[in-house]
């Protein structure tokens, strides 16, 4: 099982859109089986997801007792999102600690995550997470255990030095915590061509991050959020704007799979 996780430490970037759309890509054009953890308290993947709900929570990654999964014949099985338990998992102990022989000693809620994944990886093809847009504990414990992050970011002035620090955690973890996390890259959201801020913003970006920020982008477009509030693919949204949004996406989605070496 891969596992991916969708991380920027900013709220409002569209993580839980792409995760998705990422999810439904997986299940429906892939044929792969999904789990799907939506580890924000804001919940808004377990929205768009709501027609997956099968008694599944995302909090039970975080403890020392196995996860239970129910409806494990739907192509995408929900681990939704639960405000009071996921704010206790915050008050987790989450202090990185070294042996005498000065080894790091992971938090306990970041082995349980790992051992609770590997518990269910002959269950799924891959796992998506859907991360809070915070510097926190859960978020932190997901890059630990995750294979690959994707850091999605509006190319604005306030999102983009938030970005590079999010991409300075993810090099730290990669160097002390979980050196098999791969980070596939930055990509541009909510894209406004006619922008002229947004454009001299990307321009800059791909001059001093040009390894980092994924050449495929995420436009402004209707059919997105209508998508998401009706809990489909963009890719079945009756409406003419929906074609160009779900080209787009497949392109993002073609990039994401050349790098973890397909899906």
Known sequence: MKIIAFANQKGGQAKSLISTQFAFCLAELAEKRVAFIDADEQSSSTYTLRAFEAGNRAYQFFGGEPVKVNGGDSPITLFSADKDHLRLVEKMDDQIKMDANRKV??????????ARLDEISDRFDWCVIDTPGSNSKVPNATLIAADYVVVPCTIDAYALPVANEMLTRIRAVQQHL?????????????????????????????????DTVLRAKIGDRSAFPYAADHGIPVWKVDRSAAREAAKELREVFDVIGSKVGGF
């Open 178 to 210: 979980n050196p098999k996390l791969k980070l596939i890259g930055l990509l541009p959201v909510r894209f406004k061509a006619n922008d002229r801020e947004m454009v001299k913003h990307l321009k800059e970006l791909l001059t001093f991050q040009k």
């Open 105 to 114: 000693i992971l938090p306990e809620m970041a082995t349980n995550l790992r």
